[in-house]
């Protein structure tokens, strides 16, 4: 079993659409949880980061975290075309600096 | 702030040849970068972490001598891949550790994408 899973689509929605997309994980130690956008052939950039249990909203994006269920989830809302892109999970332990990245979801905004 | 670039952003050659990757933190320095390969469709496989002034520490199942890893200076991490193959064509990407009070974040340079003939 992988220590952290994501489903890699591809998702597709229509444009304005809200997007759900998650990630489960076995790592009961796992205190902070990351997003990161990335487009095709560029490198991963931070969206939003969340320590521990709870929810953190960022204009059009709400993470939250639920230690309980070992699942975390990113929400997009009023999705745009400018939004397709790759969206990779990650998690790390307090004190280690190794991240556990997702496989990635890929999302297609559809216009 | 917190900017990493890499240098080249694309590079192809020729089987048997040896090719160098730059990785550079550019407004701040740091005593950690990390070296990422990542094939189409999959995620991030983390490859080493290097360690200014020493050696670097590899993944299970990374080759040490084949990707040789230097980090001379707290902004600049570079990673050579020797006697390079096809099934050596990779995205590479480095990342550099900013260390906060909370925890450790990484900032990601744009990637190299290595094509071996």
Same mark, same amino acid.
């Given at each position: 079993?992988?220590? &952290?899973?994501? =489903?890699?689509?591809?998702?597709?929605?229509?444009?304005?659409?809200? &997007?759900?997309?998650?990630?489960?994980?076995?790592? $009961?130690?796992?205190?902070?949880?990351?997003?990161?956008?990335?487009?095709?052939?560029?490198?991963?950039?931070?969206?939003?980061?969340?320590? $521990?249990?709870?929810?953190?909203?960022?204009?059009?994006?709400?993470?939250? &975290?639920?230690?309980?269920?070992?699942?975390? $989830?990113?929400?997009?809302? =009023?999705?745009?075309?400018?939004? $397709?892109?790759?969206?990779?999970?990650?998690?790390?332990?307090?004190?280690?600096?190794?991240?556990?990245?997702?496989?990635?979801?890929?999302?297609? &905004?559809?216009? | /702030?917190?900017? *990493?670039?890499?240098?080249?952003? +694309?590079?192809?050659? #020729?089987?048997?040849?040896? *090719?160098?990757?730059?990785?550079?933190?550019?407004?701040?320095?740091?005593?950690?970068?990390? +070296?990422?390969?990542?094939?189409?469709? !999959? @995620?991030?496989?983390?490859?080493?972490?290097?360690?200014? /002034? @020493?050696?670097? %520490?590899?993944? !299970? /199942?990374?080759?040490?001598? #084949?990707?040789?890893?230097?980090?001379?200076?707290?902004?600049?991490?570079?990673?050579? *891949? %020797?006697?390079?193959?096809?099934?050596?064509?990779?995205?590479?990407?480095?990342?550099?550790?900013?260390?906060?009070?909370?925890?450790?974040?990484?900032?990601?340079?744009?990637?190299?994408?290595?094509?071996?003939?």
């Amino acid at each position: 079993q992988k220590e &952290v899973e994501q =489903d890699p689509g591809p998702l597709s929605v229509p444009e304005g659409a809200i &997007v759900s997309l998650n990630c489960t994980y076995s790592n $009961s130690a796992f205190q902070y949880f990351m997003w990161y956008r990335q487009y095709s052939r560029k490198g991963p950039e931070l969206l939003m980061y969340t320590y $521990s249990s709870g929810n953190k909203e960022d204009g059009r994006f709400t993470a939250q &975290v639920d230690k309980s269920s070992k699942y975390i $989830s990113l929400f997009i809302r =009023d999705s745009q075309p400018s939004d $397709s892109a790759t969206y990779l999970c990650a998690m790390i332990t307090s004190g280690t600096y190794k991240y556990i990245f997702g496989t990635g979801t890929r999302l297609k &905004v559809l216009a | /702030g917190a900017v *990493v670039s890499q240098h080249p952003s +694309w590079v192809i050659c #020729k089987s048997g040849t040896s *090719v160098k990757i730059e990785c550079r933190s550019l407004d701040f320095q740091a005593t950690t970068m990390f +070296w990422y390969r990542q094939f189409p469709k !999959q @995620s991030l496989m983390l490859m080493a972490t290097s360690n200014e /002034g @020493s050696k670097a %520490t590899y993944e !299970q /199942g990374v080759e040490k001598d #084949k990707f040789l890893i230097n980090h001379a200076s707290l902004t600049l991490s570079t990673l050579t *891949v %020797t006697s390079a193959h096809p099934e050596d064509s990779s995205f590479y990407i480095c990342s550099a550790r900013l260390a906060r009070v909370s925890y450790n974040e990484q900032f990601f340079g744009p990637g190299t994408r290595l094509t071996v003939l």
